[in-house]
C-alpha cells in the first residue's frame, strides 16, 4: 500500500511539472488517502 502511495506522489509531481493541474490535485489526494490508510493499519497490527 505504501509503494501505491509513493507511485502516486511521483505521478502528481509529474503531472504538476507537465502542467496537468486537475490529474496533479487527483493523484495527490489519492496518495494522501493510501498513506492515511496504511497509517492505520499499522497501528492496527502493533496493536493487536
Known sequence: MLELAILFFVIALIAA?????????????????????FLVLAVLSLLL
Open 17 to 37: 511539472a507537465v502542467g496537468a493541474t486537475g490529474v496533479a490535485g487527483v493523484s495527490m489526494t489519492i496518495a494522501k488517502w493510501l498513506v492515511l490508510a
